[in-house]
């Protein structure tokens, strides 16, 4: 048993929970919330949606002990809301609800929505939307439901104004804070990460300044996008590891389940296949590489979509190298940038989600190693071959544990 602290609905609570203990069970059982419907259990219905730390995650694949000094809100918890106190009447008017199953998830999912996208006409609601299931309503007085309160917020402001949807998470430059487990940082921060390998290392948002090169700064203002940065370091030279990450074949054959299936010196086009618990997502796209040299940096903006699941990804990818070392060494920090719309897209804020991110990150760095080292074992894998998320399930909660109990 662990010993978590944490918020729920405005109160402070202490409990011990087993590890393996989710989220909503811990919310039911033990809080006994049981506006917190749980349906598949799998991560895939919605119902079980609650806030943490103010963005929505899916209580049935969040562990309890993954939520020590969270913020917790769930169904119960937005009596005070004027926001919700809208959508919930409007959700009654315009009957978005028969059984009432999904309808806690649906209500947290709109409020997020009606905050994110003012301005969301009704593909834009029913995309994002997509990620939560109803098997009784047929969307459609969800929808009207949800449209009907964007429109009255035009006519009638809120009196109180909610505070952004992403309060800890996002600036009002957009910028989402990346979270790591139980240690929470600010992706404009450039201080030491607890989660880098060089105590001083410089990280993330710096290479977003637009260099001399005139390459652009990743657009961090972009609404509903995420950004992580991280950073690795390989034991090479930077010269040499510039030269490596201009080579477009090499580099893909670094990403896991990732396929080239065209490119030219800056322009790609490609796959690649993530399998996350029961949803597999095969992404095929095209990306376009800047690169400055004289600044070491580079970016790689892209596009995709999951034939299966309609999914759509937008991603820039930065990277900017410096030597370490005495010059022996390289670091290389990365900011990813990305928006998943479609079912898939509310997986993407999650901190488990942010925290798997990093781990591919870290990924990519040790199979770059082993590529500048002469082994191309990694390269040898099956480029068809899923990222399997699933499979990396562990290490990430393992590491989670272990940032608990104050280990690296
Ligand atoms: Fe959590 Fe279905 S019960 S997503
Ligand atoms: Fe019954 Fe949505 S109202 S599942």
């Not at 919330?33 to 949606?49: D, P």
């Not at 301005?119 to 098997?135: F, P």
């Amino acid at each position: 048993m662990s010993a978590i602290d944490l918020t729920i609905n405005d109160k402070p609570v202490r409990n011990d929970v087993a590890p393996r203990v989710h989220l909503g069970d811990f919310l039911r059982d033990t809080h006994h919330l049981t506006g917190t419907h749980l349906g598949c259990e799998h991560g895939v219905c919605g119902a079980c949606t609650v806030l943490c730390d103010g963005e929505p995650v899916r209580s049935c694949i969040t562990f309890a002990v993954a939520c020590d000094r969270r913020d917790i809100r769930t169904i119960e918890g937005f009596d005070d809301d004027e926001l919700m106190t809208r959508l919930r009447r409007a959700f009654s008017q315009h009957h978005a609800l028969q059984c009432g199953y999904c309808t806690p998830g649906m209500l947290i999912t709109a409020r997020d929505i009606a905050q994110r996208f003012p301005d969301a006409d009704e593909a834009r609601i029913r995309l994002e939307l997509s990620g939560n299931l109803c098997r009784c309503t047929g969307y459609m007085g969800i929808v009207a439901a949800i449209r009907w309160v964007l429109d009255d917020l035009k006519l009638n402001p809120l009196a109180r104004p909610v505070p952004s949807v992403l309060p800890a998470a996002a600036t009002s430059a957009g910028n989402t804070r990346a979270t790591t487990g139980f240690a929470t940082f600010d992706a404009k921060r450039t201080g030491p990460d607890p989660g880098a390998g060089a105590p001083d290392a410089p990280r993330g948002r710096p290479i977003q300044d637009a260099g001399p090169s005139g390459i652009a700064a990743t657009a961090s203002d972009r609404k509903g996008w995420t950004a992580i940065d991280d950073s690795f370091v390989v034991p090479f030279p930077l010269d040499r590891v510039w030269a490596f990450m201009g080579d477009l074949p090499s580099v893909t054959a670094c990403l896991p389940g990732a396929e080239l299936v065209e490119h030219d010196v800056e322009k790609v086009r490609g796959r690649i296949a993530i399998k996350f618990g029961p949803m597999s997502a095969n992404f095929a796209g095209s990306a376009r590489l800047e690169r400055d040299d004289a600044n070491h940096r580079a970016v790689m903006r892209g596009a995709g979509q999951d034939n299966i699941s309609r999914s759509r990804a937008n991603g820039d990818v930065t990277y900017a190298l410096m030597p370490e070392q005495g010059g022996t060494h390289t670091r290389v920090a990365v900011t990813l940038e990305y928006m998943l719309q479609g079912p898939l897209a509310q997986f993407s804020r999650s901190g488990l989600v942010k925290d798997f991110v990093r781990r591919m990150i870290a990924d990519f760095g040790a199979r770059i190693t082993a590529r500048l080292g002469g082994d191309a074992a990694p390269a040898a894998e099956p480029a068809s071959s899923k990222f399997n998320v699933g499979a990396m399930i562990w290490s990430v909660v393992w590491g989670r544990i272990r940032r608990l109990f104050g280990g690296r």
